[in-house]
Structure formats: structure tokens, C-alpha cells
């Protein structure tokens, strides 16, 4: 029989803690760029890929003979090079990689600790796997796995207590740096995730009501203007919106920076957040005097209270990861006997056609039925008498095994 070539669980990519936004730009990937990711992975032969593009990292979770394969597919999609993946890039394999993802998952590894966003973007990377045929079973089941974990973790421990995000820390830091913050005109322009948590933020903590929205469609900030009511502006706008503003918040999704030193032409103290990645401010903005800018990786520095209340947090959520990682290794487990318990089934089966064969040669009136469903009973009982046994009796397990293909004669490939 034909074995198919081995391949390994991988989890790379980079992150926030060695690719600072520059680098991490390099390496994001719009939504289109990602379908062509795994449709080029579907090309290649890869069984799993399930992949997540957000402002603090880049990773591709997959099967692959080598992790290169995984590599030249991310950089073939996006600006990064190979070489400056390796200076940034970690790669994890089966058990480390399987940790990685609970971590990752659970918020013990976002940028600002026990932020949960990264988990609905895992669960929507894993739909758009599956629609594409990119989702065996053992990635499905970890991912699963993973959701429980970070459910577990939010609901038992207090690791998420406290709004703490990109958007909360943004603005936390316009609180502690701009007095008069409700006298100050406020520009946010884009209005996806980050920028509607940011205006939900900003109205609730600011009291501001001078706070006017602009996004490429406009009708997307309509419909969260029309919530906190607050003034909307078109594209064209931009330019003299900048000028009018005190506070400018940045947080397009766009490929190339959309702010940039020529656009503005005021002289009062300019505030500028820039909370998008790849960066859509340009750093030419510093040379005017009159303007700060600040970015989501220094805003991420802010450690307040409570952060330091939510590390308290980390060994609990420790012992749930530890807890539901011993539910998916005892499924994995299992997962070794099914090539022998089949084999065991299709030798009984064998044994039973040629039984029934020769009882139906000899036998007038034969009931051809009646005898299908008593053997298969039979069949079907004596193949979970041997699954029973050997999902029961984990030290011996492979002793078992190896005993069962003997008295069978088995010949049973195992490719988990």
C-alpha cells in the first residue's frame, strides 16, 4: 500500500513581539490576498491551512511535509521577503505548535494581554478554510478545542476584566496627554472594527460631541454616526477635516499611507493616532513641528492597573489551557487505533462473507437478512470490545496493537 508523505502540524508567522508595524505590514494580507493564499495552497496539495491576518500578527496554521512550503506561500502573497521573514519569523511544530495556538487563542499572547478579538478572527479564518476544503479533521477539532479554552478563560477568570484593546489604550492616552479633551475638535477616519471600538470609546470616555467621521464608503460611517450621533464628512473632505481638527485617528485598513505631510497645512498642535497596520501615516508628518504622531505599538506600552490586575490572571487561565490541550490529546489518542480497528473490521467482514457463502450453499431457504444483521451485530460488538480496550488501557496500548495486527494478520497503515 502507497504511504502517503508525512507531513507535520506547523504553526510561523511573526508578531508584535519581534516585527515592529513596518515589518508586520509587510506581511499582512487583505482578505483577497488571503483567498489567494489558500487557493494557491489548495494548488500545492496542502490538506489544512488556516490563516489569520490581523494588526499584531501574521501566522498560517497548516500541514506541510516542510515549513518552507508555508513560508514561499505567505511571501509569494504578500510584500515580505523570505529573508525578512527568518529575521522576525517563529515556527513552531506539532505539540509547540498546538501550544501556540491555545495561547494565541486564549490572549495570553496578544499585545495587550487577554485582548479576545484574536478569537473571532481564528473562527472566521477557520469558516473560510472550510469553504475552500483547506479544514481536516484534527484542525477543526484543536480549533474547537481552542474556542472552549478562550470561553473557559473569559467566563473563570477575570484575564479580559477591564476594557483593554488597541481602541480602549488609544484613547486612554488622548485622556492623559490632551487637557480640554472635550472642547477639542476630533477626526476619526475609518470606521472598521478598530475605529468603531475607538468611537464607542471616545464618546463613552470624552464627553466629546465635536467628533466627526469619514471612511472611504461613506455610507459605513452613516451607519455608526448614526448610533453615537455624530457628524459624517466625505472622502473629499479629508484634507480640510485634518486642518480643523485637534485630535486626528487613523484606522483605514488601506495598502499605502493616506495621511502625509502635504495634506496639512495648519499650525495648531495636531495630535495623530495612527492605529493602522501596514502604517497609513506617513513619518514625514514629524517634520512639522506642530504635530505629534503616535503609533498602535507605542500606545500598546501603556501598561495601567489594569493590566497589572489581569496578570494575576495568567496561571488560571494556564491550568484551563492545560486541562482542555489533555481532552485533545487523549481524542488525538484515539485517533492511532482507527487504522487497525477498520482493518480489524474488514478481516470479520471477510470471515463472514465466506461463512455465509458456504451456509447459503448449504443451507435451503437461506435467510439472506436475518443473517446479514446477526453477523454484522456481532461484528460490530466484537470491533468495539477492541476499541474499548485499547481507549481504556493507555500504558499498554501499543503492545495491544501490535498483538491484535498479529493474531488478525493485519496489515493497517498509520499516517496520524
Not at 484593546?165 to 476630533?186: E, R, T
Not at 485634518?242 to 499650525?267: C, E, F, H, M, R
Not at 497609513?280 to 507605542?298: C, G, W
Amino acid at each position: 500500500m502507497q504511504h502517503q508523505k508525512s507531513t507535520h502540524f506547523y504553526a510561523l508567522g511573526l508578531s508584535y513581539l519581534k516585527a515592529d508595524a513596518e515589518v508586520r505590514g509587510h506581511f499582512s494580507l487583505t482578505d483577497d490576498a488571503r483567498k489567494k493564499l489558500l487557493d494557491n495552497a489548495k494548488e500545492s496539495g496542502i490538506e489544512s491551512l488556516v490563516v489569520i491576518s490581523t494588526c499584531n500578527r501574521t501566522e498560517l496554521y497548516g500541514f506541510a511535509e516542510h515549513p518552507y512550503q508555508l513560508i514561499h506561500l505567505l511571501c509569494e502573497n504578500t510584500k515580505g521577503t523570505v529573508e525578512e521573514f527568518q529575521d522576525v519569523a517563529y515556527i513552531y511544530k506539532n505539540k509547540e505548535a498546538i501550544n501556540h495556538i491555545f495561547r494565541v487563542g486564549s490572549g495570553l499572547d496578544s499585545q495587550i494581554l487577554g485582548d479576545f478579538e484574536i478569537i473571532s478572527q481564528i473562527k472566521s479564518s477557520a469558516r473560510i478554510s472550510k469553504s475552500k476544503g483547506l479544514l481536516n479533521s484534527f484542525t477543526e477539532r484543536l480549533i474547537n478545542y481552542v474556542i472552549q479554552a478562550s470561553k473557559r478563560i473569559k467566563n473563570e477568570t477575570e484575564l479580559s476584566s477591564g476594557a483593554t484593546s488597541v481602541s480602549f489604550a488609544s484613547v486612554q492616552y488622548i485622556l492623559n496627554n490632551v487637557d480640554y479633551i472635550s472642547d477639542k475638535n476630533i477626526l476619526l477616519f475609518g470606521t472598521g472594527k478598530i475605529g468603531r471600538n475607538t468611537c464607542e470609546n471616545l464618546v463613552k470616555h470624552t464627553k466629546n460631541t465635536h467628533i466627526t467621521l469619514i471612511n472611504r464608503t461613506k455610507t459605513k460611517a452613516e451607519e455608526v454616526a448614526g448610533k453615537f450621533n455624530l457628524i459624517v464628512k466625505d472622502y473629499q473632505d479629508l484634507q480640510s477635516e485634518v486642518n480643523k481638527s485637534d485630535i486626528v485617528i487613523v484606522a483605514t485598513g488601506a495598502p499605502d499611507p493616506t495621511v502625509y505631510k502635504s495634506l496639512i497645512s495648519t499650525k495648531h498642535p495636531l495630535l495623530i493616532l495612527d492605529l493602522s497596520i501596514p502604517k497609513n501615516v506617513n513619518e514625514n508628518v514629524m517634520e512639522l513641528s506642530n504635530v505629534t504622531l503616535v503609533h498602535m505599538d507605542d500606545l500598546a506600552k501603556i501598561t495601567d492597573d489594569t493590566l497589572e490586575k489581569r496578570k494575576a490572571y495568567i496561571p488560571q487561565a494556564e491550568g484551563i489551557i492545560t486541562e482542555i490541550l489533555g481532552e485533545f490529546n487523549a481524542w488525538l489518542d484515539t485517533l492511532k487505533f482507527v487504522p487497525t480497528i477498520q482493518a480489524i473490521k474488514h478481516k470479520l467482514t471477510d470471515l463472514k462473507n465466506s461463512e455465509l457463502n458456504t451456509q447459503r450453499k448449504k443451507i435451503a431457504n437461506f435467510n439472506e437478512d436475518q443473517a446479514e444483521l446477526i453477523t454484522n451485530n456481532i461484528i460490530q460488538k466484537i470491533t468495539n470490545q477492541f476499541a474499548h480496550h485499547l481507549r481504556e488501557d493507555n500504558n499498554s496500548s501499543d503492545e495491544s496493537l501490535e498483538l491484535i495486527k498479529k493474531i488478525f494478520q493485519l496489515e493497517t497503515t498509520n499516517n496520524v
